[in-house]
T-cell receptor, first 115, second 110 residues
Framework: GAVVSQHPSRVICKSGTSVKIECRSL??????MFWYRQFPKQSLMLMAT?????????EQGVEKDKFLINHASLTLSTLTVTSAHPEDSSFYIC???????????FGPGTRLTVT | EDQVTQSPEALRLQEGESSSLNCSYT??????LFWYRQDPGKGPEFLFT???AGEEKEKERLKATLTKKESFLHITAPKPEDSATYLC???????????FGKGNQVVVIP
């Protein structure tokens, strides 16, 4: 149980375009999901908390107009990187707490490369 | 100031050479401390959650312990497949957010 998937696993896009990343909880419902970014040889940095049916909560320093988050159902959250630039190239990972638990389970990550 | 500090940053072990990884934290209001394993290019894999000082949990060659200021992840008789980065994270009361340390990169040499 507690499986989280992400799609796509890797994406390459041109500078100025937008990219959407999906995060799904496959065998449980998640009213909250989290989005992280990880640069090479760095740890995970929380970007935002995605709340089903309401606005996301962004961490300090994260541009909410650039990283659009939508949590339209209890099993799906999406992160859209708008007007992507090379500095947005990173590994994006989502997580969700299992139902009735504080334990968080992570997706496999999405490698974004902006050329 | 970092709330979670992991040491050593990198560790090379001979197969069968037991060792311990340290995670120290400076937060108050700790709900739980989490250990994850991360392989290159993949998402973190959940290992353990510890909620109170004195608690211990085991899984195969791994054992996690918790005190009021730090946690240890003991690796007993490691094998090459235990090579990975081990991440420690703390969770606070009031929300489900996790704050991660920088990780312990472990390489086990056959």
């Amino acid at each position: 149980g507690a499986v989280v998937s992400q799609h796509p696993s890797r994406v390459i896009c041109k500078s100025g375009t937008s990219v959407k990343i999906e995060c799904r909880s496959l065998d449980f419902q998640a009213t909250t999901m989290f989005w992280y970014r990880q640069f090479p040889k760095q740890s995970l940095m929380l970007m935002a908390t995605s709340n089903e049916g309401s606005k996301a909560t962004y961490e300090q320093g994260v541009e909410k107009d650039k990283f659009l988050i939508n949590h339209a159902s209890l099993t799906l959250s999406t992160l859209t990187v708008t007007s992507a630039h090379p500095e947005d190239s990173s590994f994006y990972i989502c997580s969700a707490p299992a139902s009735g638990s504080y334990e968080q389970y992570f997706g496999p990550g999405t490698r974004l490369t902006v050329t | 100031e970092d709330q979670v500090t992991q040491s050593p940053e990198a560790l090379r072990l001979q197969e069968g050479e037991s060792s311990s990884l340290n995670c120290s934290y400076t937060v108050s209001g700790l709900r739980g401390l989490f250990w994850y394993r991360q392989d290159p290019g993949k998402g973190p894999e959940f290992l353990f959650t510890l909620y109170s000082a004195g608690e211990e949990k085991e899984k195969e060659r791994l054992k996690a312990t918790l005190t009021k200021k730090e946690s240890f992840l003991h690796i007993t008789a490691p094998k090459p497949e235990d090579s990975a980065t081990y991440l420690c994270a703390v969770q606070f009361y009031g929300n489900n957010r996790l704050a991660f340390g920088k990780g312990n990169q472990v390489v086990v040499i056959p």
